[in-house]
T-cell receptor, first 112, second 113 residues
Framework: KAGVTQTPRYLIKTRGQQVTLSCSPISGHRSVSWYQQTPGQGLQFLFEYFSETQRNKGNFPGRFSGRQFSNSRSEMNVSTLELGDSALYLC???????????FGPGTRLTVL | AQSVSQHNHHVILSEAASLELGCNYSYGGTVNLFWYVQYPGQHLQLLLKYFSGDPLVKGIKGFEAEFIKSKFSFNLRKPSVQWSDTAEYFCAVNAQGNTPLVFGKGTRLSVIA
């Protein structure tokens, strides 16, 4: 079974731009969660989607948004990028009713 | 709100030394507990998990962890580390019922020959 995939793997943007990251969960998984990983703050929860609905949301500004499609694939969008948004963005999926999350390789976003 | 504390930021051990990484969490309800590992350049992988039952759980690659409810702790152990165990280790917790994972800041383990 293929794992969680994320595209692109690396991204360089400049301040003020916006970016969209994509995540394809493991087949059969319907829950997708997003995390931001930085050296200073560690891993912080952004949001979780289940069946195209946002089920949980972390403490991030409204510039961070996401969505989920009917095939469970998810995208997250960051508008008006700031230098502090440079991070590794991780996506994780889980099967219905499951508490274990399976992580993708991440998208490394650098904001210049 | 839940929080997770990992006591050691960076641990350096010689090969064959024993390992114990501390993890404490704060949450009053029933929790699931996890240890994840991130090898250099690789994605987060699950080492072991505790949902219920025997508080001593065994994971992959010879790792084990013990859940001590009275101490809100879930320490990771390995009797004899190898150079290939060099990685970053994250403790995480979530409340039962599909809630977000809360991670500790991680412990970087360096194993030297």
């Amino acid at each position: 079974k293929a794992g969680v995939t994320q595209t692109p793997r690396y991204l360089i943007k400049t301040r003020g731009q916006q970016v969209t990251l994509s995540c394809s969960p493991i087949s059969g998984h319907r829950s997708v969660s997003w995390y931001q990983q930085t050296p200073g703050q560690g891993l912080q929860f952004l949001f979780e989607y289940f069946s195209e609905t946002q089920r949980n949301k972390g403490n991030f500004p409204g510039r961070f948004s996401g969505r989920q499609f009917s095939n469970s694939r998810s995208e997250m969008n960051v508008s008006t990028l700031e230098l502090g948004d440079s991070a590794l963005y991780l996506c994780a999926s889980s099967y219905p009713g499951g508490d274990e999350q399976f992580f993708g390789p991440g998208t490394r976003l650098t904001v210049l | 709100a839940q929080s997770v504390s990992q006591h050691n930021h960076h641990v350096i051990l010689s090969e064959a030394a024993s390992l114990e990484l501390g993890c404490n969490y704060s949450y009053g309800g029933t929790v699931n507990l996890f240890w994840y590992v991130q090898y250099p350049g690789q994605h987060l992988q699950l080492l072991l998990k505790y949902f219920s039952g025997d508080p001593l759980v065994k994971g992959i690659k010879g790792f084990e962890a013990e859940f001590i409810k009275s101490k809100f702790s879930f320490n990771l152990r390995k009797p004899s580390v190898q150079w290939s165990d060099t990685a970053e280790y994250f403790c995480a917790v979530n409340a039962q019922g599909n809630t977000p994972l809360v991670f500790g800041k991680g412990t970087r383990l360096s194993v030297i020959a």
